[in-house]
């Protein structure tokens, strides 16, 4: 399925979306189709909403930020973030790491809560009321606790899936297995289209089982400027350039002009930087295999 | 600033480490007196011996070559909220009279001056790490006597590193008191860089400055595009 | 350091044992060896007792079981396990496998507790008063909920380690990862010892980071008749051969004397029957790497 | 009996696979009309693929060649109570007229006559699948009214396929009544076969017999040594 279709048909206005990735493995490719498509209203979720957050909100896709560390990791703010937030045209929802963390936990367990020895002395709660406590049956101890977090869509990048969906991860694993279990619907983005034989003869490495996947997307490079673990590094030009382009509205239009609305898919965005894939290439760093007989 | 937090640390800890100056100190204590420190960042990679400075504590290089990658899930939980972690490095926007630090907004929550990025993990390094500490520079903005909003609470806090001079609680939870000075510092030059007014120590020591190794190895090796290290 | 030693260092009397492993992986070696060392009044602890609780309760080790299933996997019964339950010798605390891993999961977490969806109509917090409820802040919804696990000392079998004990596991992970982070102290017992920059060159593999153990034990063939995925199978043979030898006292006591008492350690164990690594050894079934450059 | 539930899956599903009968009528299915049936076992290895009867549930040739292993917090939190599951399949020594099942024990709790293996997963199929399949033997003892210990609800539970005939719950959670009889088998061999007074469907379906493929499979390809299938 292309990436067109796949949020054409699970990527509704007014959905509650997951991109998830902790820094590796970002779909900027997903939040660029549905940005294309003008989707509006979403509830993003995310950890850190980086630069793919800051794009959608500068495209008005978004009403609302679930979020924990908002920033552009190892620069600075997020400019079309922080116009929004000190504007308040924004919704915020705001945790730390570890409650984003416990609200994916406890959706893919399929619980309503998930309880963590968190919060106390902090005013975090304070600006979130829905970090609650419980008291624990056995010590008396109080918990802090937050709730279930089920998104109606969650967009996974991988850098292997067989047809089925069967999707492969190394490097960084993130909460992209937690995401994707507690999601309604599961799209998997992949670097390469495998068969299954390949992810048969190593099943340890499988993060997100088909079962639980609605479409395969093959994008080679749509992590950039995000990376993918032995296909190419992070852009961190890019994440610096970042600050600049956003920080007044009309540069970021025009970012979002040329490499957003302008081009069709990926593969044209790639085209239009031919210099990327030579500059990010990943170079080879195999593991050795290990033997699975019996 | 940034050699007086490697020297923090001890031969086998394990360090929960932020990007920039901490991860940096981390990287000088490993490559001094501290080889086997663990290195464990927020991204999941355990044991990390970066090949080159990581821009990022979520960065590929982290990775390659790590003892171990898990899941968010099992850094907050086995790690940090298991109690597995001896010293974890916080920064922040704002640190006020008892150690708590601000990275959320400056100004009201709901309508914010400045919007800052929020907890990320730093709510959770304060509340677990055994010992926390945080590197900061010194201004009356920075040092307010009361932050603007607690996202990481003071009360493991076991030392204030500036770039003129350290602080340490009055016991845990203590007020913050100046304790020793670097080098042709004098102490109304911190008294100036803090919003309250600042007790010191009886008897303040003096931090021994920089080898010319430490230098050497930051400026030369660790970060000689200056990512980091400014000035 | 040798299986004597760690199990004479960290296995004391009175303590709570947890000899973990899901089929795969079980450290019979280190349950001979505390046998052996006539370890007494101990909590033993393993969602399936297995033959190596059997032995170990047979053997007068045990005070007191904690468990979900105890039976013996694909023949039947275990008969110590039976003998001692129906006579009322043995102090039961039972759960179900769920139960059981969420202990463990809140034992790693070190939070006092762990909710989960389950128990309704089933007769099992009868018997177990320490299974309770608690209420969702959010729903209103009655949660079970089981204590935390945190064992005085856990017993971990794995394929390789580092000198440092960072662990590597494939195949079959059972709830080793949790019981290792629960536990006070950890021994790791490993098929082979591997250099560092094994361990380093694929890092996704580790389940248990050197900081959390306390020994680190090399011990080929040190799980059968329990197996290593990639180094041997498991020896079905033994286990239906152990309904025969188990069946009453006196032939489970010649068993001890002859392969536990009468052997020094699992080296001179495995001399005693020389077919055991020709008939159990596994073929090569190896996976390719991955990349792990940038 | 091992056909008959074989028939019950279809193709494409979620199966959570106990050992024995359940393993045999999963890899039958998936050799005859449900090449896709996805095989879960509660030790952790998803779409198995065995190149030999599993003799546990924690067989190596489960996981060799299988589609992802998986830890047991994930089986049972993200598969299970994540309500992943389509079909359970559970045996048990005794099953009531609800559908109870006991694996616990026979006599009282703390003084058993007999001291069942316990749960292990059971409870938690019987209340997360979205159907539970009970296979079972029939015999007064096997099925009485009440069960000594309740290790499984019955609210679930869809079919009880038996060795004589088929029972299924008159609405959920409700009495289990005969729906089916196998070729040959007589409506009071049933009755008898069960420890109370076994209610009927008004008309009642006859089985097709298992076909010459189905048992070639069976006996010759998936147990050659008999090692489940007996008499």
């Known amino acids: ?294 | 600033m940034t050699v007086v937090a490697a020297r923090e640390l001890r031969d086998g800890e394990v360090v929960f480490v932020g990007i920039g100056l901490p991860n940096l100190a981390c990287n000088l204590a490993r490559r001094t007196h501290a080889p086997h420190l663990v290195l464990i960042y927020e991204s999941g990679a355990v044991g990390a011996a970066p090949e080159r400075l990581p821009v990022s504590i979520g960065d590929p290089a982290l990775v390659t070559g790590s003892l171990m990658v898990c899941g968010m899930a099992d850094v907050f939980q086995l790690f940090l909220q298991n109690g597995r972690i001896e010293v974890g490095f916080l920064g922040g926007a704002q640190v006020d009279r008892y150690a708590n630090i601000n990275t959320t907004v400056i100004g009201s929550y709901e309508r914010p001056t400045v919007r800052l990025p929020g907890s990320g993990g730093a709510a959770e390094i304060a509340l677990h790490a055994q010992r926390v500490v945080i590197i900061a520079k010194l201004s009356p903005r920075a040092f307010p006597e009361r932050v603007d909003f607690v996202t990481s609470p003071g009360r493991r806090v076991k030392r204030v590193i500036t770039d003129r001079g350290v602080l340490e609680p009055d016991g845990p939870g203590g007020e913050l008191m100046l304790t020793a000075l670097y080098p042709g510092v004098q102490q109304s030059d911190i008294e100036a860089g803090v919003g309250w007014q600042l007790r010191s120590r009886p008897t303040l020591e003096c931090v021994d400055p920089p080898t010319r190794s430490e230098l050497q190895l930051l400026r030369e090796v660790l970060d000689p595009k200056r990512l980091y290290l400014k000035g």
Chains 1, 3 share one sequence.
């Open chain 1, 1 to 294: 399925m292309s990436l067109r279709d796949a949020v054409a048909r699970h990527v509704h206005d007014g959905d509650v979306v997951v991109i998830e990735g902790f820094t590796h493995l970002i779909s900027f490719a997903a939040g660029h189709e549905i940005i294309r498509q003008r989707r509006r209203d979403l509830t993003l979720c995310r950890l850190t909403p980086d630069l793919i957050y800051d794009q959608m909100i500068a495209a008005g896709c978004a009403k609302k930020l679930v979020f924990s560390w908002a920033g552009n990791p190892g620069v600075g703010s997020l400019h079309a973030f922080r116009r929004a937030a000190e504007g308040g045209t924004l919704e915020l929802e705001e945790y730390s790491h570890f409650g984003m963390v416990a609200r994916f936990s406890a959706g893919a367990a399929r619980l309503p809560f998930w309880s963590l020895r968190d919060y106390a002395g902090t005013d975090i709660p304070q600006a979130n009321p829905r970090i609650k406590s419980v008291t624990c049956p056995y010590t008396g101890e109080a918990l802090a606790t937050v709730p279930a977090l089920n998104p109606d869509v969650t967009i996974v990048h991988a850098q292997r899936a067989d047809p089925q969906g069967n999707t492969q991860i190394w490097g960084l694993l993130g909460v992209q297995k937690e995401a994707a279990f507690a999601s309604r619907r599961v799209i998997v983005v992949v670097e390469e289209l495998v068969d299954e034989t390949v992810i048969r003869s190593d099943p340890n490495r499988t993060l997100i089982p088909a079962s639980i996947v609605d479409a395969v997307v093959i994008e080679p490079w749509g992590a950039h400027p995000s990376y993918a673990q032995g296909y190419y590094d992070r852009d961190n030009d890019f994440y610096v350039a970042w600050d600049g382009i956003s920080r007044d509205g009309q540069s970021l239009d025009r970012f979002l002009d040329e490499f957003v609305y302008g081009v069709r898919d990926r593969a044209e965005y790639m085209q239009k930087q031919p210099d990327l894939a030579d500059r990010l290439k990943a170079r080879a760093r195999f593991c050795a295999g290990v033997n699975y007989g019996f």
